[in-house]
């Protein structure tokens, strides 16, 4: 009988782990905002506010007259940024700082770059400034906003941010029902050593 119950509290213990790892996005108002730098002007803004999770497309222009376009997915549980630039595929400096702002994502968990990715479309190599944590000048993320600003920018570029990796709920359930396992194994051992 005890081992039923084990297995009962071990499914229960899963169910509410899957229900944390899926976060939702009901109920959320969030506000995005594309903040450019000295030399970069933003001539088309995100849609505001997010109240589902979405692609939203935003337009910018260098000093150069370069179009570059950012590309923001927020989801329950990640912010995507990409880039297509139009240009030679590469600017940079404090002058061309571009922020994306997001206040009121309550998505329950902190974000950090989860993952980049770059194909190039243009003359310069992904590696051109130093990789993604050199264009990275700051990350911010709290239970109630997220903001990331960049000091280099690359056509074909794509960061992901999300939250810290959480095991499936199939691996869960295989964990917990390992150790129901070892505890009756444990139980039936102390049994006969108890009747021998």
């Given at each position: 009988?005890?081992?039923?119950?084990?297995?009962?509290?071990?499914?229960?213990?899963?169910?509410?782990?899957?229900?944390?790892?899926?976060?939702?996005?009901?109920?959320?108002?969030?506000?995005?905002?594309?903040?450019?730098?000295?030399?970069?002007?933003?001539?088309?803004?995100?849609?505001?506010?997010?109240?589902?999770?979405?692609?939203?497309?935003?337009?910018?222009?260098?000093?150069?007259?370069?179009?570059w376009n950012v590309t923001l997915q927020v989801l329950s549980t990640e912010v995507i940024v990409g880039w297509t630039g139009t240009g030679d595929?590469?600017?940079?400096?404090?002058?061309?700082?571009?922020?994306?702002?997001?206040?009121?994502?309550?998505?329950?968990?902190?974000?950090?770059?989860d993952s980049y990715s770059c194909a190039p479309s243009g003359n310069f190599p992904c590696t051109a400034l130093g990789g993604p944590l050199s264009?990275?000048?700051?990350?911010?993320?709290?239970?109630?906003?997220?903001?990331?600003?960049?000091?280099?920018?690359?056509?074909?570029?794509?960061?992901?941010?999300?939250?810290?990796?959480?095991?499936?709920?199939?691996?869960?359930?295989?964990?917990?029902?390992?150790?129901?396992?070892?505890?009756?194994?444990?139980?039936?051992?102390?049994?006969?050593?108890?009747?021998?």
């Amino acid at each position: 009988m005890k081992v039923f119950q084990v297995i009962a509290a071990a499914s229960l213990f899963v169910a509410a782990a899957v229900g944390a790892q899926a976060a939702s996005f009901i109920g959320q108002t969030v506000d995005g905002a594309l903040i450019a730098g000295p030399d970069m002007s933003v001539t088309t803004q995100f849609t505001s506010p997010i109240t589902a999770p979405g692609t939203f497309d935003g337009v910018m222009q260098d000093n150069f007259d370069d179009t570059w376009n950012v590309t923001l997915q927020v989801l329950s549980t990640e912010v995507i940024v990409g880039w297509t630039g139009t240009g030679d595929g590469n600017i940079g400096g404090p002058s061309n700082l571009v922020t994306v702002d997001l206040s009121g994502y309550t998505n329950g968990a902190i974000l950090g770059l989860d993952s980049y990715s770059c194909a190039p479309s243009g003359n310069f190599p992904c590696t051109a400034l130093g990789g993604p944590l050199s264009s990275i000048t700051s990350l911010t993320s709290t239970s109630t906003s997220f903001d990331v600003s960049f000091e280099a920018m690359r056509s074909g570029e794509t960061y992901v941010f999300g939250t810290p990796a959480v095991p499936e709920p199939s691996t869960w359930a295989m964990m917990l029902l390992g150790f129901a396992g070892l505890g009756f194994a444990g139980y039936r051992t102390a049994r006969r050593g108890a009747s021998a």
